[in-house]
Nanobody, 123 residues
Framework: QLQLVESGGGLVQPGGSLRLSCAASGSLLDYYSTAWFRQAPGKGREGVSCINPNGGPTNYADSVKGRFTISRDNAKNTVYLQMNSLKPEDTAVYYC????????????????WGQGTQVTVSS
């Protein structure tokens, strides 16, 4: 059974950077598409970015394009989300999710979830 644990969240000033990590155990991430979601207070969960099992074409929400970068290190069984130029509207709980699929962009298919990590962007 795949288990996912996020880390790297915290409080950062606008314009700052954070790198989130999603460490997997119980199975190899090589077989999984992996995505980052976020949920801001009072809002629904939205897909932020995803990456295919082989690290191929990635996908980004329009709100984060050019600022966020998703990557994966299958040797470490870990997926990352580098977040730069952070804005107050990026404040949310960020979740890592995975699904056995060759393509990552169907954000409704994810069935393995981490517990989330809080990101707060504020001065």
């Amino acid at each position: 059974q795949l288990q996912l644990v996020e880390s790297g969240g915290g409080l950062v000033q606008p314009g700052g950077s954070l790198r989130l990590s999603c460490a997997a155990s119980g199975s190899l991430l090589d077989y999984y598409s992996t995505a980052w979601f976020r949920q801001a207070p009072g809002k629904g969960r939205e897909g932020v970015s995803c990456i295919n099992p082989n690290g191929g074409p990635t996908n980004y929400a329009d709100s984060v394009k050019g600022r966020f970068t998703i990557s994966r290190d299958n040797a470490k069984n870990t997926v990352y989300l580098q977040m730069n130029s952070l804005k107050p509207e990026d404040t949310a709980v960020y979740y890592c999710a995975a699904a056995v699929a060759a393509g990552c962009s169907d954000y409704t298919m994810y069935n393995y979830w981490g517990q989330g990590t809080q990101v707060t962007v504020s001065s």
